[in-house]
């Protein structure tokens, strides 16, 4: 069974530029969220999405979004891009139900925007 | 709101020795789930153990074993017989019972497994 999967490994960008992250679930989870991870702030959470609605969202200006496809397969965009946007993206795919409480997760995208 | 909080920064151990990183996070939940992940440098997070808050039984992973203290909302992870595989930073993390996935996270505990 194939992991989560995330595309790109990494990413360089400027200042001001947007970028989008994808992640592929594991095949049967309907649950993904995003992670944003930083030396300073650590894990944080971004959102969730279940059946292509976000069900949770963390605390995150609006220039964070994201969107699940029919195929459970979820995006994360960033828009207007600074400095401390800088972090590794990890996203994480999860069952539903009391047996989904285990999140299983990609080797996360390095984003660097310089 | 939930918190999770790691007072370990650093740790080491010896190959083969016993070592126990602390955890205690702030709930007002009675329902919850308590969680070990591993990050090795390769940044792959591995989910190492699991607690559901309702189970009074610590759980236990082969090497991998928690004392999980509800009063005192304390989890701590003890890991047996280190092996050099085991270095990488651990991190602690709550989540609510019910639909939210949603995880809490400490900012996590380097474990360095010295030979």
């Known amino acids: 069974k194939a992991g989560v999967t995330q595309t790109p490994r990494y990413l360089i960008k400027t200042r001001g530029q947007q970028v989008t992250l994808s992640c592929s679930p594991i095949?049967?989870?309907?649950?993904v969220s995003w992670y944003q991870q930083t030396p300073g702030q650590g894990l944080q959470f971004l959102f969730e999405?279940?059946?292509?609605?976000?069900?949770n969202k963390g605390n995150f200006p609006g220039r964070f979004s994201g969107r699940q496809f029919s195929n459970s397969r979820s995006e994360m965009n960033v828009s207007t891009l600074e400095l401390g946007d800088s972090a590794l993206y990890l996203c994480?795919?999860?069952?539903?139900?009391?047996?989904?409480?285990?999140?299983?997760f990609g080797q996360g995208t390095r984003l660097t925007v310089v | 709101a939930q918190t999770v909080t790691q007072s370990q920064p650093e740790m080491s151990v010896q190959e083969a020795e016993t070592v126990t990183l602390s955890c205690t996070y702030d709930?007002?939940?009675?329902?919850?789930?308590l969680f070990w992940y591993k990050q090795p440098p390769s940044r792959q997070m591995i989910l190492v153990i699991r607690?559901?808050?309702?189970k009074q039984q610590n759980a236990t992973e082969n090497r991998f074993s928690v004392n999980f203290q509800k009063a005192a909302k304390s989890f701590s992870l003890k890991i047996s017989d280190s092996q050099l595989g085991d270095t990488a930073m651990y991190f602690c993390?709550?989540?609510?019972?019910?639909?939210?996935?949603?995880?809490?996270w400490g900012l996590g505990t380097s474990l360095a497994v010295n030979p």
């Open positions: 994480a795919s999860s069952l539903v139900g009391t047996a989904g409480t285990e999140a299983f």
């Open positions: 095949s049967g989870h309907r649950s």
């Open positions: 999405y279940f059946s292509e609605t976000q069900r």
């Open positions: 709930t007002s939940e009675n329902n919850y789930y």
């Open positions: 607690q559901e808050a309702y």
């Open positions: 993390a709550f989540m609510n019972a019910g639909n939210n996935r949603k995880l809490i």
